[in-house]
T-cell receptor, first 114, second 109 residues
Framework: DAGITQSPRHKVTETGTPVTLRCHQT?????MYWYRQDPGHGLRLIHY???????DKGEVSDGYSVSRSKTEDFLLTLESATSSQTSVYFC?????????????FGPGTRLTVL | GQNIDQPTEMTATEGAIVQINCTYQ??????LFWYQQHAGEAPTFLSY??LDGLEEKGRFSSFLSRSKGYSYLLLKELQMKDSASYLC??????????WGAGTKLIIKP
Protein backbone atom coordinates (compact mmCIF):
# COMPACT_ATOMS: atom_id res chain seq x y z
CA ASP A 1 0.00 0.00 0.00
CA ALA A 2 1.08 3.53 -0.76
CA GLY A 3 2.37 5.41 2.27
CA ILE A 4 -0.36 7.97 2.86
CA THR A 5 -1.60 9.20 6.21
CA GLN A 6 -4.28 11.70 7.08
CA SER A 7 -4.80 13.63 10.29
CA PRO A 8 -6.97 13.94 12.17
CA ARG A 9 -8.99 10.82 11.40
CA HIS A 10 -12.10 12.20 13.06
CA LYS A 11 -13.07 15.74 13.94
CA VAL A 12 -16.16 17.45 15.28
CA THR A 13 -16.27 21.20 15.04
CA GLU A 14 -18.75 24.04 15.15
CA THR A 15 -20.07 26.21 12.35
CA GLY A 16 -17.84 29.18 11.65
CA THR A 17 -14.61 27.71 13.00
CA PRO A 18 -11.53 27.15 10.82
CA VAL A 19 -10.43 23.57 10.22
CA THR A 20 -7.25 22.20 8.67
CA LEU A 21 -6.83 18.64 7.48
CA ARG A 22 -3.41 17.21 6.73
CA CYS A 23 -2.29 14.66 4.18
CA HIS A 24 1.22 13.23 4.37
CA GLN A 25 2.85 10.89 1.84
CA THR A 26 6.13 8.99 1.83
CA UNK A 27 5.99 7.97 -1.86
CA UNK A 28 7.44 11.18 -3.34
CA UNK A 29 4.52 11.34 -5.79
CA UNK A 30 4.11 14.58 -7.67
CA UNK A 31 0.31 14.76 -7.62
CA MET A 32 -1.87 15.04 -4.54
CA TYR A 33 -5.65 15.40 -4.40
CA TRP A 34 -8.38 16.21 -1.92
CA TYR A 35 -11.80 14.63 -2.41
CA ARG A 36 -15.00 14.61 -0.42
CA GLN A 37 -17.34 11.64 -0.34
CA ASP A 38 -21.02 11.99 0.49
CA PRO A 39 -23.85 9.42 0.32
CA GLY A 40 -25.40 9.25 -3.14
CA HIS A 41 -22.49 11.07 -4.76
CA GLY A 42 -19.31 9.90 -6.31
CA LEU A 43 -16.03 11.16 -4.99
CA ARG A 44 -15.82 14.86 -5.81
CA LEU A 45 -12.54 16.64 -6.36
CA ILE A 46 -11.98 19.71 -4.18
CA HIS A 47 -8.44 20.77 -5.09
CA TYR A 48 -5.34 19.12 -6.39
CA UNK A 49 -1.62 19.83 -6.51
CA UNK A 50 0.88 19.07 -9.24
CA UNK A 51 3.96 20.17 -7.33
CA UNK A 52 5.22 22.26 -4.45
CA UNK A 53 3.22 25.52 -4.39
CA UNK A 54 1.33 24.42 -7.54
CA UNK A 55 -2.37 23.85 -6.95
CA ASP A 56 -5.60 24.06 -8.89
CA LYS A 57 -9.31 23.96 -8.21
CA GLY A 58 -11.53 20.97 -8.63
CA GLU A 59 -15.26 20.54 -9.06
CA VAL A 60 -16.30 21.66 -5.54
CA SER A 61 -13.63 24.13 -4.40
CA ASP A 62 -15.85 26.87 -2.92
CA GLY A 63 -15.19 27.29 0.80
CA TYR A 64 -11.91 25.38 0.68
CA SER A 65 -8.28 26.36 0.28
CA VAL A 66 -5.13 24.27 0.04
CA SER A 67 -1.40 24.62 0.46
CA ARG A 68 1.58 22.50 -0.44
CA SER A 69 4.89 23.76 0.92
CA LYS A 70 6.64 20.39 0.77
CA THR A 71 6.33 17.45 -1.60
CA GLU A 72 5.07 15.20 1.18
CA ASP A 73 2.40 17.43 2.72
CA PHE A 74 -0.89 18.73 1.33
CA LEU A 75 -3.16 20.73 3.62
CA LEU A 76 -6.87 21.37 3.16
CA THR A 77 -8.37 24.32 5.04
CA LEU A 78 -11.99 25.15 5.65
CA GLU A 79 -11.76 28.86 6.49
CA SER A 80 -15.18 28.98 8.15
CA ALA A 81 -16.78 25.55 8.39
CA THR A 82 -20.45 25.08 7.48
CA SER A 83 -22.77 22.14 8.06
CA SER A 84 -22.73 21.41 4.31
CA GLN A 85 -19.05 20.56 4.69
CA THR A 86 -19.83 17.63 6.94
CA SER A 87 -18.35 14.78 4.94
CA VAL A 88 -15.61 12.20 4.68
CA TYR A 89 -12.48 13.70 3.16
CA PHE A 90 -9.98 11.57 1.28
CA CYS A 91 -6.52 12.48 0.16
CA UNK A 92 -5.07 10.70 -2.86
CA UNK A 93 -1.69 10.63 -4.56
CA UNK A 94 -0.43 9.63 -7.99
CA UNK A 95 2.96 9.76 -9.72
CA UNK A 96 1.46 11.56 -12.73
CA UNK A 97 -1.78 12.03 -14.61
CA UNK A 98 -1.09 9.77 -17.56
CA UNK A 99 -3.63 7.26 -18.70
CA UNK A 100 -2.40 4.47 -16.49
CA UNK A 101 -1.40 6.58 -13.50
CA UNK A 102 -3.42 5.24 -10.62
CA UNK A 103 -4.57 7.28 -7.66
CA UNK A 104 -3.94 5.79 -4.21
CA PHE A 105 -6.01 6.91 -1.27
CA GLY A 106 -5.35 7.76 2.33
CA PRO A 107 -7.57 6.38 5.14
CA GLY A 108 -9.88 9.41 5.21
CA THR A 109 -10.98 12.03 7.72
CA ARG A 110 -14.55 12.08 8.98
CA LEU A 111 -15.52 15.69 9.63
CA THR A 112 -18.72 16.71 11.39
CA VAL A 113 -19.71 20.38 11.49
CA LEU A 114 -22.40 21.12 14.07
CA GLY B 1 -22.27 17.36 -18.49
CA GLN B 2 -20.26 14.37 -17.45
CA ASN B 3 -22.01 11.35 -16.02
CA ILE B 4 -21.14 7.93 -14.66
CA ASP B 5 -24.01 5.53 -13.92
CA GLN B 6 -23.88 2.42 -11.78
CA PRO B 7 -26.59 0.47 -9.96
CA THR B 8 -26.92 1.64 -6.38
CA GLU B 9 -27.05 -1.81 -4.80
CA MET B 10 -26.77 -5.45 -5.79
CA THR B 11 -27.16 -8.70 -3.87
CA ALA B 12 -25.46 -11.99 -4.69
CA THR B 13 -24.82 -15.36 -3.08
CA GLU B 14 -21.50 -16.64 -1.77
CA GLY B 15 -19.78 -18.75 -4.42
CA ALA B 16 -21.74 -17.21 -7.30
CA ILE B 17 -20.77 -14.75 -10.04
CA VAL B 18 -21.90 -11.12 -10.21
CA GLN B 19 -21.53 -8.47 -12.89
CA ILE B 20 -21.53 -4.78 -11.96
CA ASN B 21 -22.20 -2.45 -14.87
CA CYS B 22 -20.99 1.08 -15.45
CA THR B 23 -22.02 3.42 -18.26
CA TYR B 24 -20.36 6.74 -18.85
CA GLN B 25 -20.67 9.97 -20.79
CA UNK B 26 -17.59 12.09 -20.40
CA UNK B 27 -15.69 14.78 -22.23
CA UNK B 28 -12.93 12.61 -23.57
CA UNK B 29 -11.72 9.23 -22.40
CA UNK B 30 -8.31 8.34 -21.06
CA UNK B 31 -9.04 5.14 -19.22
CA LEU B 32 -11.54 3.56 -16.84
CA PHE B 33 -10.78 2.46 -13.31
CA TRP B 34 -12.54 0.19 -10.83
CA TYR B 35 -11.98 0.58 -7.11
CA GLN B 36 -13.22 -1.43 -4.13
CA GLN B 37 -14.26 0.34 -0.95
CA HIS B 38 -15.14 -1.49 2.24
CA ALA B 39 -17.40 0.38 4.65
CA GLY B 40 -15.48 3.00 6.60
CA GLU B 41 -12.30 2.48 4.60
CA ALA B 42 -10.46 4.06 1.68
CA PRO B 43 -11.03 3.09 -1.95
CA THR B 44 -8.44 0.61 -3.20
CA PHE B 45 -7.49 0.11 -6.84
CA LEU B 46 -8.81 -3.01 -8.59
CA SER B 47 -8.40 -2.62 -12.33
CA TYR B 48 -7.72 -0.33 -15.26
CA UNK B 49 -8.96 -0.52 -18.88
CA UNK B 50 -8.04 1.79 -21.72
CA LEU B 51 -8.53 -0.54 -24.70
CA ASP B 52 -11.65 -2.50 -25.59
CA GLY B 53 -11.84 -5.98 -24.21
CA LEU B 54 -11.51 -8.01 -21.07
CA GLU B 55 -8.79 -7.69 -18.45
CA GLU B 56 -8.58 -10.60 -16.03
CA LYS B 57 -6.98 -10.47 -12.63
CA GLY B 58 -7.65 -13.53 -10.51
CA ARG B 59 -11.31 -13.73 -9.49
CA PHE B 60 -11.94 -10.22 -10.85
CA SER B 61 -12.28 -9.24 -14.52
CA SER B 62 -13.10 -5.90 -16.08
CA PHE B 63 -14.50 -5.30 -19.54
CA LEU B 64 -14.57 -2.13 -21.63
CA SER B 65 -16.44 -1.06 -24.77
CA ARG B 66 -15.45 2.50 -25.66
CA SER B 67 -17.93 2.73 -28.54
CA LYS B 68 -20.80 1.94 -26.15
CA GLY B 69 -19.46 3.94 -23.20
CA TYR B 70 -19.79 0.79 -21.12
CA SER B 71 -17.79 -1.27 -18.69
CA TYR B 72 -18.47 -4.07 -16.27
CA LEU B 73 -16.67 -5.63 -13.36
CA LEU B 74 -17.11 -9.39 -13.06
CA LEU B 75 -16.53 -11.04 -9.72
CA LYS B 76 -16.32 -14.85 -9.64
CA GLU B 77 -16.46 -17.32 -6.75
CA LEU B 78 -17.86 -14.67 -4.47
CA GLN B 79 -16.62 -14.57 -0.90
CA MET B 80 -18.13 -12.80 2.09
CA LYS B 81 -15.14 -10.43 2.10
CA ASP B 82 -16.24 -9.16 -1.33
CA SER B 83 -19.10 -7.32 0.38
CA ALA B 84 -18.12 -3.73 -0.37
CA SER B 85 -18.88 -0.81 -2.64
CA TYR B 86 -17.41 -0.86 -6.13
CA LEU B 87 -16.57 2.48 -7.69
CA CYS B 88 -16.26 3.14 -11.41
CA UNK B 89 -14.21 6.14 -12.52
CA UNK B 90 -13.31 7.55 -15.94
CA UNK B 91 -10.29 9.72 -16.70
CA UNK B 92 -11.55 12.57 -18.86
CA UNK B 93 -9.89 14.77 -21.48
CA UNK B 94 -8.22 16.80 -18.70
CA UNK B 95 -6.89 13.59 -17.13
CA UNK B 96 -9.13 14.11 -14.13
CA UNK B 97 -11.08 11.20 -12.66
CA UNK B 98 -14.87 11.42 -12.84
CA TRP B 99 -16.48 9.08 -10.32
CA GLY B 100 -19.69 7.13 -10.22
CA ALA B 101 -21.61 7.00 -6.94
CA GLY B 102 -20.64 3.38 -6.44
CA THR B 103 -22.46 0.04 -6.26
CA LYS B 104 -22.96 -1.53 -2.85
CA LEU B 105 -22.57 -5.29 -3.20
CA ILE B 106 -24.16 -7.45 -0.51
CA ILE B 107 -23.07 -11.08 -0.34
CA LYS B 108 -25.41 -13.56 1.32
CA PRO B 109 -24.36 -17.00 2.58
Amino acid sequence: DAGITQSPRHKVTETGTPVTLRCHQTENHRYMYWYRQDPGHGLRLIHYSYGVKDTDKGEVSDGYSVSRSKTEDFLLTLESATSSQTSVYFCAISPGTGEADTQYFGPGTRLTVL
Amino acid sequence: GQNIDQPTEMTATEGAIVQINCTYQTSGFNGLFWYQQHAGEAPTFLSYNVLDGLEEKGRFSSFLSRSKGYSYLLLKELQMKDSASYLCAVKDSNYQLIWGAGTKLIIKP
